[in-house]
């Protein structure tokens, strides 16, 4: 029962370390994917400030904005403030940003030249500024709560780099999962590479766990998520299975393939809010330790509808260990800032007396 | 083992409503949702000439575009050339389109007053010119192959209704769904009244069959689903139960809620491209033929890729009856013609000897 220990030895609030193992709590840990972000008046000040690509490429930037949620919040964990297209940038893809677009590659990969230029990367030259950010993060942080680090999964990052950016029907890479399913593994293999570089990289530099973000697992067909998304983010959690910090795949829209879900070698399994978290409880039993799974739609709401949600959710997980409180999907830019504060609050308050 | 037969005694091609009741045939129909659409050249040929909305509304127009594919590819089935948003309008909800954007409504509901103001329909007036499509649709097709009806699902016009149009994370809808959810449910009650009175109007002008499209399904949490959607669904299907004629729930994105969707009271679940087939069928039984569910990003593809993947289907399926073949979603804009064609003739073929 002491994994992790090693690396998280110094830390005064390690129960979303501890949820992550299974192990007993007080009370069910609690974060958000997306605290760093626009719902919040003092991220806001600085996204006025810098550019986004400024911000996450700058360490000092990247490590006040990480803090914020933990200052403003109390959550019992910090995820590291960076964006996930910074893989394909460092093999060799140019990323621009334009302004309410989001970020987008000018030349996404469509053919097999484009996918034998993909170089392989180097951690501490490449994405020095990530890692330069995890230290001064764990530095500030000085084991208040632990650090999440994370990459996009393999899939995701593919499906980026095949579209260009975001995508209505993702006709491009669901098009090269059919006709050239053979590039496709070619390409996620090179991904997967990079990922488990980077990903160890963030580990030395003092992540004590990490996520991997499969947000577009859920526009394959059944056979597809084995084959191109659960394959590659297995090979990751393999890789890193040694490395002493709790693992955790988000892979969206995959609830329907739980089954399948279970080989994917993490100790920890995200769910968007369209699983029933006690039905999924029931089926991982003592294999994973479970993430969420809150409609982020709810924190729109008022502080009693929030505070209810949170008991159903509580109560359908029951009586055990291996919660970590989380919503569905990222917290949404217009929730107020009070009404985030509540989620926090209501999770540690109405958990008690689940433990 | 003659249920349906008296609205159908007349087709020379039954087997799309045999495999409804999941009566013996000899190969598995097929029919495309949006089968008239813009991937045609002679679709393309008259939306040139006319406005979506003229479209629709002009039964010869409506007539001519629903035999397209009957005509061009041979399919199993017609379906009713419209549109859903033909509900909220006829309830008194002004409609514009744009170009590009699709239909929007410039005044979404968003309080208990415009619920209110929402009027009973009358179909025979309101929605007169699909009837009159319906009838000279039949005319046109003299018992070839039967004509599917069809309406949105009662959360999806909702979806609609409150957001004005499509939307990025459907807050407006899903913030009622926690926050008022009486008024949620007083609005899906009125628009399920009118579900009910356009689908039995359109059963008597002689649709054969009737899908309800519930494409927002896989929004909603598991008890949401329940609640908003699947509840009204059912509704609808059991006013419409005793009419003679097979009834297809369309829930995208609902393939994780199987179990519940057995409540639903229709003869046929269709299912999205994310759910493996035969898992459904086992978990079904006899009591539903299923419909579906090929990746409509498969017809991008070969005519060689496009073969192998029925294959899967049908293999996956296997020898059983109940199985309407179709794409998981609707027709993509950008597949060839060609593509298309191969797509029918080769369910067709190949659907023999599972038989």
């Known amino acids: 029962m002491n994994k992790g220990k090693t690396r998280q030895n110094n830390l005064k609030n390690d129960l979303f370390i501890r949820a ?52 403003f919040l109390k959550v019992d964990a910090a995820i590291l403030f ?15 940003f334009f302004e309410g677009k989001g970020p987008l590659f000018s030349q996404p990969i469509r053919d097999k030249k484009q996918v034998d230029q993909l170089r392989p990367i180097v ?18 942080l000085n084991g208040r709560v632990p650090l999440i680090g994370f990459s996009g999964a393999p899939w995701t990052l593919a499906a980026y780099m095949v579209e260009g950016g975001k995508s209505r029907n993702f006709t491009y890479i669901k098009n090269l999962r059919y006709s050239n399913p053979e590039l496709l593994s070619k390409l996620l293999e ?4 990079a990922v488990i570089l980077y990903l160890k990289a963030q580990i030395r530099a003092g992540v004590q766990a990490v996520q991997l973000f499969d947000t577009w697992a859920g526009l394959l067909d059944p ?10 983010a297995r090979r990751v959690f393999e890789s890193l299975k040694n490395m002493g910090i709790p693992l955790i795949y988000f892979a969206k829209g995959a609830g329907i393939w ?41 924190l729109l709401s008022s502080p009693k509808i929030i505070r ?16 970590i409180f989380n919503l569905g999907h990222g917290i949404l830019p217009n929730v107020t800032p009070e009404n985030a504060k509540v989620f926090i609050q209501a999770v540690k308050e109405e958990s008690v007396r689940f433990h």
């Open 20 to 71: 992550c193992y299974r192990q007993d709590v007080e009370r069910t840990p609690v974060w958000m994917m997306r605290q760093a972000g626009r719902y919040l008046p003092q991220y806001r000040a600085i996204r006025e400030k810098y550019d986004f690509t400024t911000m996450y490429k700058t360490p000092e930037i990247a490590t006040e904005v990480t803090l914020q949620p933990v200052d």
């Open 82 to 96: 960076s964006d996930i297209l910074v893989v394909p940038e460092a093999m060799g893809m140019s990323l621009e």
């Open 123 to 140: 951690p501490e030259e490449d994405l020095y500024f990530v890692l330069e950010a995890i230290k001064m993060i764990r530095k500030e």
């Open 190 to 193: 090179k991904i997967t590479e």
């Open 223 to 232: 056979q597809g998520f084995e084959q191109f998304a659960l394959k590659y």
């Open 258 to 298: 739980l089954e399948k879900l279970k080989e994917c070698q993490a100790d920890v399994l995200g769910l968007d809010w369209t699983v029933d978290i006690g039905w999924a409880r029931n089926r991982v039993g003592d294999q994973f330790a479970l993430q969420g799974n809150l409609d982020p739609t709810v």
């Open 308 to 323: 209810q949600e949170i008991v159903k959710i509580l109560t359908n997980f029951g009586k055990a260990n291996g919660h």
